[in-house]
């Protein structure tokens, strides 16, 4: 089964043209099926790219996903259109009595701030706490996961002498994880960061790691009590986005090394190389798949 956009949607044309599967409102209302409800929190600049990368990985599976846009209700972006924003997205104040199968809330370009310091860190943590009683599974992703490790269990971010870029080398380190079906030993993950959870810290906390890094740290974690995941790298990345972002930083002059192990012997001048799309196809649909066996099928039973 497809996954269910606003036909006007940008990423409706760039998803069925690269072959995945897109139903138009319209079509997916005519069948008897109860779509998965699945939240976008998108706190990225560039909202469009965002929502054709995670779109691509839900939209990939058997089952019919029903993909909703949600902002911070008074956070303005500068990056993306007002008529997009307000065409298909909805802030929270809205939906926040609405049930959903699953949320993702995505990163955001503020790591050097404390967490309180951010503009709309008061109703983000109203988001946080709702997921405890409208959201059946929460995945927390790169700053997103940040913000809910150290919400609920008061981990702290640690500022890293340079940025963490590049495409790192991880280990699985609970192959018996339902969200780890079909992971090869190790895997390639984009990474693109200027803070870290550390690995002692999440220990302490009672939390289970299941994918870390030699060279990046702790990069996948499974919090059961919250019925969330956190994952503070980016599987959910284009070929090209580490490039976008380094050529960004050189056109700005912003102090930036080549980013490791992603372009061919770390040559800029080369096309980069996409090692770990099949992973991150594995990864959002395990996730996907777990909430299918476990969400209430009557959307109203979610968090009771």
């Not at 779109?55 to 029903?66: C, F, K, N």
Request: glycine share 6%; net charge negative; aromatic share 10%.
């Amino acid at each position: 089964m497809p996954i269910k956009l606003p036909a006007a949607l940008p990423a409706f044309d760039v998803l069925r043209d690269e072959g995945v599967m897109v139903l138009d409102e319209d079509t997916a209302a005519r069948q008897d099926i109860r779509p998965l409800r699945i939240g976008l929190l998108n706190l990225m600049p560039k909202k469009i790219q965002t929502e054709n990368q995670f779109a691509r990985l839900i939209g990939a599976t058997p089952l019919q996903i029903e993909l909703t846009l949600i902002r911070m209700s008074e956070h303005q972006t500068k990056n993306t259109a007002a008529a997009h924003m307000a065409e298909f997205y909805k802030p929270f104040q809205e939906v926040k009595d609405e049930k959903f199968d699953g949320l993702i809330i995505t990163g955001a370009p503020i790591e050097h701030l404390p967490f309180e310091e951010v503009t709309y860190w008061d109703e983000l943590t109203e988001v946080m706490n709702w997921t405890q009683t409208n959201v059946h599974s929460t995945f927390g992703v790169c700053w997103g996961g940040m913000a809910m490790i150290n919400h609920f269990h008061n981990v702290p971010k640690h500022i890293l002498d340079e940025k963490s870029f590049g495409c790192f080398r991880h280990q699985v380190t609970d192959p018996a994880s339902p969200y780890l079906r079909g992971f090869s030993d190790d895997c390639v993950i984009p990474v693109s960061r200027w803070t870290e959870m550390r690995q002692d810290e999440i220990d302490a906390a009672g939390l289970k790691t299941l994918i870390t890094s030699n060279f990046s740290g702790p990069c996948l974690v499974e919090d059961r009590e919250h019925r969330a995941l956190y994952i503070f790298n980016h599987f959910e990345y284009d070929s090209g986005t580490l490039k976008q972002e380094y050529d960004r930083d050189i056109a700005e002059g912003t102090p930036i090394n080549v980013p490791v192990n992603y372009y061919p012997e770390d040559d800029p001048t080369r096309d980069p190389q996409n090692r770990w799309r099949s992973h991150a196809h594995l990864l959002y649909g395990n996730w996907i798949n777990e909430i299918y066996q476990t969400t209430p099928y009557d959307l109203a039973q979610i968090g009771t």
